[in-house]
DNA sequence: ATAAACTGTAACATTATTTAGTACAGTTAA
DNA sequence: TTAACTGTACTAAATAATGTTACAGTTTAT
């Protein structure tokens, strides 16, 4: 999983958690990086509809829909992460053996219904539910 | 998902394909690799339980279970291969902020999750299964 | 108007992880 | 007792992830 999931679901925690316009300083100070990768990973956010931002002094993201109704599914497709996936492909296409030639596209397909696995679960999981992990937590 | 995955299932449906002893050399033509790695690998597969081998000349790795029964979630096992997981961890632990010093161990239960919901997925796929899409795709 | 405080994005540097390759001690069969 | 293997350690190379710097473009406040 990449890193980016982890500071999405980790600023709209935050954002929904302050109820407020944060700038991407505040935000990388909590999620400890810097600002510029949170930009980074808050303009694939915006793209996916999931925040909004202001632009200009005293701008930010702002977090505005329902907690309970936005999924770590949505924030897993908005910041293009696969939750399984390899690049390394055994093999070699242009082998006369079945195997050899094969068996990549084959492992691939099987990546790709662990996704699918994956999202489902995720689909499950609100920001609203992490934030009561959170604080359930002692 | 690691390569050494790939490797073990593909090292697998050859052995179970050829029906007969093969050395390290022999599978890492077939995997596109190395013969030290395919040694490292197989080393964890016999560990595992899934196969055998023989030491000394003319010496080699055997697949002897039925294939029928060998599922992805066994050799998932077997190589130490985690389908979800993520080395980077937001937050601070030593942070007053409950977000930043909750966050990662959420997230980390989350990606344990998401690992279930794949195994689960593993355990209904067979090497014979495998090697069916490999000899079905034309 | 214009300065200040932002975002968006590109380019580059650094660090971490994966894969490849080499070497050799230990084992077995002929 | 030699030849052909595995098992494993160590090093090198390639790739991917993360951090950093910089700056153009946008908006707000004054």
Redo the contacts between chains.
Sequence with gaps: ???E???A??AL??LS?KKSTLCSETIAK????NPARIRKVMAKLKKGGLITTKEGADGGYLFEKDPHEVT?KEVCEATDTC????A?????MN?E????S??????D???E??NE??K???KS?SISD?EQ???K?N
Tied chains: 1, 2.
């Design positions: 999983m990449t890193g999931f982890a500071i679901v980790h925690v935050f958690y909590n999620v400890c990086t770590l939750p399984v996936s390899s390394w492909r055994s093999g070699d082998c053996c079945l195997i050899a094969g068996i990549a596209d084959v492992m397909g099987i990546y219904d662990l696995a994956c489902e679960k995720l999981i992490i992990m959170i604080f937590r």
